[in-house]
């Protein structure tokens, strides 16, 4: 069984946004002397998303099938390689199109990954999901 993370500097990214909206509340709160309130959402929103993608499992690869959820709000999503029709790799798209007996297209972007994984993921992949079929 392997885990993948999500990528890394994305945590980056968000947590330079909820330093910039808190600099701005500081500065609204400075100028006016309350809080402006349209400010806390996004920045309990970012708050959320910084810890749940510091601690999350996004990917998990099993022998007999994949586990994959790529935000707080998605739901966790299973997909079992015995129950595939078709597998391909988009590399416009960097994502995976997994097609099952019940003609049910599920999507799996590998844009969210870190490079070195996007690679090892896809190797996989085609890997676990060529032996199943």
């Known amino acids: 069984m392997k885990v993948y993370k999500l990528n890394p500097n994305t945590n980056k990214i968000i947590l330079v946004a909820i330093?910039?909206?808190?600099?701005?509340?500081f500065m609204f709160f400075k100028k006016?002397?309350?809080?402006?309130?349209i400010l806390i959402p996004p920045l309990l929103?970012?708050?959320?998303?910084?810890?749940?993608?510091?601690?999350h499992k996004a990917l998990i690869l099993d022998e007999d099938h994949l586990e994959?959820?790529?935000?707080?709000?998605?739901?966790?999503?299973?997909?079992?390689?015995s129950d595939l029709k078709d597998t391909y790799f988009?590399?416009?798209?960097?994502?995976?199109?997994?097609?099952?007996?019940?003609?049910?297209?599920?999507?799996?972007p590998l844009?969210?990954?870190?490079?070195?994984?996007?690679?090892?993921?896809?190797e996989e992949l085609l890997k676990a999901t060529s032996q199943k079929a």
């Not at 959820?69 to 999503?77: G, V």
């Open 90 to 108: 988009t590399e416009k798209g960097k994502k995976f199109v997994f097609t099952t007996k019940t003609s049910k297209t599920i999507k799996l």
């Open 111 to 122: 844009k969210e990954f870190h490079k070195n994984d996007r690679r090892a993921i896809k």
């Open 68 to 81: 994959f959820s790529l935000s707080p709000i998605q739901a966790k999503r299973m997909v079992r390689y």
């Open 19 to 25: 330093v910039v909206v808190i600099g701005i509340s």
């Open 45 to 55: 929103v970012l708050i959320f998303r910084y810890f749940w993608q510091q601690n």
């Open 32 to 37: 006016t002397g309350s809080i402006n309130p």
